[in-house]
């Protein structure tokens, strides 16, 4: 008799049991703030020579250092990172970047350089602006098939006060004179305008450019 107790006592925990254990495990709710593109960043930077990751290392695990140009913007990108230097048929790297002025990035611009086969840079350790915004950044770059860089990037408009992506083609191949050409509006069925922002870009084989951009979630 004891037995069948016992039996059936075990029977109910492991019942009991099993329908704790079918029941869904649920993530508490966070409510993660919207990225608008805008945010200033209050980051560090080292600037090189940077320091081994062990004092004691006597391995060289940076390998050689070469500034192109400096930033106080860390933070190159939201989200997925685009293409930010290629190298092209001719033996030129290209190198475009968002370069933050100010410790808090308030103001920031696109610059580009360049280093030659030979190891010349464009403009030694500084770049060169590519944007004439009041505020631009997240850029991604390609370069076309006759050695002209394309950096797209978003930059900020004052008379409308919204964020536009844009394209920049550089004069003629190495020149640094950017002219800068805006993606078209795009509006919603009540005609209010979308900001258009943190795009990515390549050509195709024939020569076509592609963009794929993000509309801003504040707005």
Sequence with gaps: MKITIFIA????????LSSIADQPVLSPVV?????TGNEEINAPVAFP???????TDDLDVVGDTVVIGTTWHENQHNGS???????????????????????GASQ???????????????????GYQ????????????????????????????????NFWTAVG?????????????YTPDIYDPWYFIYEICWPKMQFDRNGLMHIVAAENPAT
Excluded: C
Aim: hydrophobic share 35%.
């Design 108 to 126: 920031r611009h696109i610059y580009y350089n360049y280093i030659d086969s030979s190891g010349n840079q464009g403009w030694p350790g500084t």
């Design 49 to 55: 020579p940077y320091p081994k990751i062990h004092p």
């Design 81 to 103: 990172t685009g293409r930010m230097l290629e190298k092209d048929e001719f033996g030129y790297m290209h190198f475009a970047w968002m370069n933050g002025l100010n410790s």
């Design 9 to 16: 006592t075990l029977a109910v925990l492991l019942f009991a």
């Design 130 to 161: 590519v944007d004439y915004a009041t505020r631009a950044g997240y850029v991604t770059l390609d370069v076309a098939y006759d050695g002209r860089a394309f950096p797209v990037f978003h930059q900020y408009s004052e008379p409308d006060a």
């Design 31 to 35: 409510n993660h703030p919207v990225m």
């Design 169 to 181: 083609t550089d004069f003629y191949p190495h020149s640094g004179t950017f002219i800068n050409y």
